[in-house]
Every structure is written in C-alpha cells, then in structure tokens.
C-alpha cells in the first residue's frame, strides 16, 4: 500500500495557526474514522496527538485538534508555539488490515 | 505506570541475524497489540506489523511480509521483530508501540532500538 500524502513542510509564527493535511483513498482514510497524529521532535519517539480523527489523548493540549473530510485528514494547531516544531505523521488503518503513516511533515516555527 | 523498554543498540554485520525485544509493564500485556515501526536515517515511519501477545495473531505490511518475523512470549511480557539474514538496507531505528483492541491508534511507544548493518 502506499503512503499517505502529507506535505514536506509548514511553517508558521508564534501564536498563528497551521494545518497539515493527510490524503489517503476510501480504502484507509476515507474508509475508516480510524486516523491518528504523531508529533516526533528529533532523537525521540513519536507521541500520539489525535486518535480516531479528532480525539485528544489526555495530556495533549487543547492547541492540537483534528477533522476528516472524504479522504483528506487534517491537523490543526492553534497558537503555535516554539515547542510545537516538529516532524508530524498521520496514520490510518486500512482495508487490508493494516496501518500505513504519512511521509510526515516538519513544521518550522518561525 | 505503563512503559515498553527495548533493548539496545545493535552493530551486525549483512548475513548475520539478530532478535530484538520490547519489554511491556504496567497493564495487561495480552490485551493489546503490540506494532513495530522503522524509521530509516532522515526518513519517515513505516508500519512493519502487529502482534497481539494473548494469542499470538500476527499481522504483516505486505512491504515487510518474509523480511522479518514478529513473535511475543506473554509469560514474561515482550515482544520481538527478528531477522534471519540481516542487509544494510536494515539500517534504522526500529520502535515497538502498544496499540488498543481495533489498532487504531498507537498510544505508547518504546524508545527504539538503533539497528546498524555494515561490513
């Protein structure tokens, strides 16, 4: 199965908002409420942000939120702050039982 | 508190093989599924597969499928991602993250082991 299809990079200032989109097919994205969001800062471990397209694990800011239209998943963080640069990765499961992750994104905060 | 520990850094050489591990504590090792991820040098995260230690029902990204084997030993709560004949392409950061009953999501993720293959 293919990747799904973020965008390389986002930038954005401090306080601004930026969105990262996910693009998929009906057979992963479209086809399940089943999305998730990573945030990875460098040398560490991916954390999980949004699950099942737009719920917040506890602890996660309320800055972080997420949606789903057709095939196309969405992050969107408010306020941007210096700690949120980053690389983020959307997943999803798919019609083959399995799950596949974006090529992940990495924000800059300028 | 719940917490996977991977062991460590791993230098093989192309041919030779090698098990790595991911210890689970602070829940119930076999009502999750375990998930293995590589990371490659500068590169994004791939879905390798899936384990759910209660019963051993095992998952594979047809990408990963015949490369590697995914195995758990529920009686002391680890899970492994093994290879029978390592290549540089192996190259990578490889984490372990526990994942709920549908696997929709990954919620906590081992710290990764580095694995390095070169002659």
């Known amino acids: 199965q293919s990747a799904l299809t973020q965008p390389a990079s986002v930038s954005g200032s401090p306080g601004q908002s930026i969105t990262i989109s996910c693009t998929g097919t009906?057979?992963?994205?479209?086809?399940?409420?089943?999305v998730s969001w990573y945030q990875q800062h460098p040398g560490k471990a991916p954390k999980l942000m949004i699950y099942d397209v737009s719920n917040r694990p506890s602890g996660v800011s309320n800055r972080f939120s997420g949606s789903k239209s057709g095939n196309t998943a969405s992050l969107t963080i408010s306020g941007l702050q210096a700690e949120d640069e980053a690389d983020y990765y959307c997943?999803?499961?798919?019609?083959?039982?399995?799950?596949?992750f974006g090529g992940g994104t990495k924000l800059t905060v300028l | 508190e719940v917490q996977l520990v991977q062991s460590g850094a791993e230098v093989k050489k192309p041919g030779e093989s090698l098990k790595i591990s991911c210890k689970g504590s602070g829940y119930s090792f076999t009502s999750y599924w375990i998930g293995w991820v590589r990371q490659m040098p500068g590169k994004g995260l791939e879905w390798m597969g899936i384990i759910y230690p209660g019963d051993s029902d095992t998952r594979y990204s047809p990408s990963f499928e015949g490369q590697v084997t995914i195995s758990a030993d529920k009686s002391i709560s680890t899970a492994y991602l093994q290879w029978s004949s390592l290549k540089a392409s192996d190259t990578a950061m490889y984490y372990c993250?526990?994942?709920?009953?549908?696997?929709?999501?990954?919620?906590?993720w081992g710290q990764g082991t580095l694995v390095t293959v070169s002659s």
């Open positions: 993250a526990r994942h709920p009953v549908r696997w929709n999501y990954a919620d906590y």
């Open positions: 009906s057979s992963d994205v479209g086809g399940y409420n089943y």
């Open positions: 997943s999803s499961y798919t019609s083959s039982s399995t799950m596949v």
